[in-house]
């Protein structure tokens, strides 16, 4: 079977995803049926994807110039390497994805991963309903659309998507260690509260509302950590950051293996989102035992177990969020270390994530999988 995974930017959850979903497949079709459609400005992150074939087209924003360089790319990769699966990742993929494969009529199978469904964006209301609108009329034009959490697939049949189409399957990602927590906070005596942000910075992922509810909080025993950067809207993030507060340090964009060191030595990751689709930071940050902080939206309250692998808080409501990081105390998110290993362990680890994807492949395109079994593709 030979897949085309299609991208629109690699930056946040969907880098991760693909990180899971590209080796299992690689490992299964052969290097030379594993396909990638990026943005160029992503190639350094290539060796996160060593042994699919990588095909990128010139991304500048989510302008006119990019979309037409993706649907061109598209066209181009899907005449010449002929896919037995069309796999198309986020809102702007998937959208310009399947207008352009409905075009090419190619006997592919398309599959759609919206990523957190676009018409769920807080302050975005003007737009929501044409987003909406977009995604059930395209819904037609693909073989599976798949949920990457209850709440994604919820909010799915809520629009009015047929039910025939969704596919449920919960993300997750690898295991590093047998032996974890991993977190390598040390001793609570006499030091800071170690608090981490990773994700871009954008309106949709709330780091104002954190910067907000500490700054209320007051405290100079909380030390913030913020990796990332921003993709959608850097006039935004230029302004929040203009009123970041001192006990904020901010890093910009880390590789994975960088990356996981804070995961590590951080007391707790901290998820302001307004909405989101899933939240595969907090995942990743329950898998190093470190205990999740997240926000009353989307998929987060699914995957953190208040109380017991983290704390739910309505960052929306500035008073409470500044109250609860102002009684905050460091003892109480060490006691929390192993039920967060634990949440990771018993619902979020990747092989059921990857063997249900291998399943839907298999049913919407079983004659691709018996030509590979019969030795006529590698």
Known sequence: MKIVHVCETLKGGIESYLTEIIPFQVGLYGASNVHMIVPRHGHERRREFLGAVVWEFRREGRSFSTMLNLCLAILKIVRAQAPDVIHLHSSFAGALGRVVLMGLGKDAKVIYCPHGWSYLRQGAERTNWLWRKIETKLASACHKIVCISEHEYKAALSAGLPKDKLELI?????????????????????????????????????????????????????????????????????????????????????????????????????????????????????????????????????????????????????????????????????????????????????????????????????????????????
């Open 170 to 378: 919960v993300s997750g990602i690898s295991d590093l260690v047998s032996d974890a927590p991993r977190n390598l906070a040390l001793s609570v005596e006499n030091r800071a509260i170690r608090l981490l942000f990773v994700g871009r910075l954008d309106y949709q992922k709330g780091v104002d509302l954190l910067f907000g509810a500490l700054r209320l909080a007051a405290r100079q025993d909380i030390e913030l950590t913020v990796v990332g950067e921003a993709v959608v809207n850097s006039g935004w993030w230029a302004q929040v950051r203009g009123s970041c507060p001192e006990n904020v340090q901010i890093i910009g964009w880390q590789e994975r293996d960088i990356l996981q060191i804070f995961y590590d030595l951080a007391d707790a990751l901290v998820v302001p989102s307004r909405w989101e689709g899933f939240g595969l930071v907090a995942v990743e940050a329950l898998r190093s035992g470190t205990p999740v902080i997240c926000n009353m939206a989307g998929a987060l309250p699914d995957i953190v177990e208040h109380g017991a692998s983290g704390y739910h808080v309505d960052f929306e409501d500035s008073g409470k969020a500044a109250a609860f990081f102002s009684d905050l105390k460091l003892e109480n998110l060490t006691h929390l270390r192993r039920a967060a290993r634990d949440r990771y362990s018993s619902v979020f680890k990747s092989t059921a994530m990857n063997e249900k994807m291998l399943q839907m492949y298999r049913a919407v395109n079983p004659h691709g999988e018996a030509v590979r079994a019969a030795g006529f593709i590698e």
